[in-house]
Structure formats: structure tokens, C-alpha cells
């Protein structure tokens, strides 16, 4: 069954309006998941490491202003995409790590965000 | 910076013929190596990792890659591909010291003409 529960799967909305979307570990505990965008025909890309019960940490060139993460707890996970516009547009997935950090991630099965 | 590429953009074969995509990473340090499939519609799944030990490791569905240290390469292959492997395969790393964080290559699209 699935492990990762990621919510909404698709979201269409105006542009100015920000956008949560959540991320659940749902078998075990998670202190560090993960936050990509995917844009199509091309790779995941890393935009945050998400701490449980502390701030996350970006990677270069993503705005943390832009992408709220908050890790309040041990099974979740949200990004806000506040004040989204049109090139917001893309493809979010999330992943859990289960123990260690070396081990496999699992993901998410995505949001489709589409900004008008 | 770490880098992951994959040779092949998109790959076309008919059922029953070998396969063979290409990943190279650039690392100078030790790393994890994965393959993750995508089937359509569906999230990313883990096919197979290489931690340590034997360098030519087995996953899921009869896939299978080698670890290539000198040529910093882990390519993925199955001997005889089915209509149902058609999916987007993409190659990822992971280094000791970076939490877990993956870096992902670009994709490659395999489609399997039945």
C-alpha cells in the first residue's frame, strides 16, 4: 500500500491565490522529507529538505518567501506556494525517508498545479 | 556540484529485446546510487540500489545494474523488456554527508512496442 499520502492531486486556481499541499509519512515516523518540482519532459528537481521541528533548508535559487515549508509534526509535511502565478505552474512531489538517510525515498503521487 | 546524466532521452524497443540505459554521475566521494521507474499515472518506485558490496545488483522486475566505480557509471539493464516496462526510468544520487538529498538525471523515456 502506499506509503507516502500526498494531497490535493491536482489543483487549478487564479493567479495572487496561494496553494497548501501535504505531504504524510503513513507508515512510520519521518524527521526529513523532501520537496521536488517537476517540470514535463525534464527531471525532479530539489527545491527543500523539510525538518520536523525546525526550518527547512533550500536549495539554491528557491525562494523560501515563494515556498513556505512547515514540518510541524513527525507525519506531515505542507508547501504553500503563496502568491502563485502562471510560471508557479508545475508538477510537486514529495518523499519520506524511512530511518537513516542513506536508505530509499519514497514519494508522493504528486501535484499538478495549475495557475491561470 | 554532483551532477547525474542519462545518455538516452527517449528509447523505443519492441517486446523481448535487450535494454541497456546509460547513467553517469559526477561525485568524487562515496555515494548511493539508485534507479527509480515511473509508470504512467503513477509516483515514482524504487527499482534498485547500490549501497556497497557487489557492484552488479538486482531489483524488481528483473532488472538488474552494474556499478562502474572507474567509470562513474550505473547503467541499468533487462535482457528481454514486456510492453508493461514502458515508463519513464530515472537514475539518481545520494551522497554520505548530504542527508539523504537525491539528485536526479534528466529521464529517459522507455517506450516497448508490443
Known amino acids: 500500500g502506499a506509503v507516502v499520502s500526498q494531497h490535493p492531486s491536482r489543483v487549478i486556481c487564479k493567479s495572487g491565490t496561494s496553494v497548501k499541499i501535504e505531504c504524510r509519512s503513513l507508515d512510520f515516523q519521518a524527521t526529513t522529507m523532501f520537496w521536488y518540482r517537476q517540470f514535463p519532459k525534464k527531471s525532479l528537481m530539489l527545491m527543500a529538505t523539510s525538518n520536523e521541528g525546525s526550518k527547512a533548508t533550500y536549495e539554491q535559487g528557491v525562494e523560501k518567501d515563494k515556498f513556505l515549508i512547515n514540518h510541524a509534526s513527525l507525519t506531515l509535511s505542507t508547501l504553500t506556494v503563496t502568491s502563485a502565478h502562471p510560471e508557479d505552474s508545475s508538477f510537486y512531489i514529495c518523499?519520506?525517508?524511512?530511518?537513516?538517510?542513506?536508505?530509499?525515498?519514497?514519494f508522493g503521487d504528486g501535484t499538478r498545479l495549475s495557475i491561470l | 556540484a554532483q551532477s547525474v546524466s542519462q545518455h538516452n532521452h527517449h528509447v523505443i524497443l519492441s517486446e523481448a529485446a535487450s535494454l541497456e540505459l546509460g547513467c553517469n554521475y559526477s561525485?568524487?566521494?562515496?555515494?548511493?546510487l539508485f534507479w527509480y521507474v515511473q509508470y504512467p499515472g503513477q509516483h515514482l518506485q524504487l527499482l534498485l540500489k547500490y549501497f556497497s558490496g557487489d557492484p552488479l545488483v538486482k531489483g524488481i522486475k528483473g532488472f538488474e545494474a552494474e556499478f562502474i566505480k572507474s567509470k562513474f557509471s550505473f547503467n541499468l539493464r533487462k535482457p528481454s523488456v514486456q510492453w508493461s516496462d514502458t515508463a519513464e526510468y530515472f537514475c539518481?544520487?545520494?551522497?554520505?554527508?548530504?542527508?539523504?538529498?537525491?539528485?536526479f538525471g534528466q529521464g529517459t523515456e522507455l517506450s516497448v512496442k508490443p
Open positions: 539518481a544520487v545520494s551522497s554520505y554527508n548530504q542527508g539523504g538529498k537525491l539528485i
Open positions: 518523499s519520506v525517508i524511512e530511518g537513516q538517510s542513506n536508505q530509499p525515498q519514497h
Open positions: 561525485y568524487g566521494g562515496t555515494v548511493n
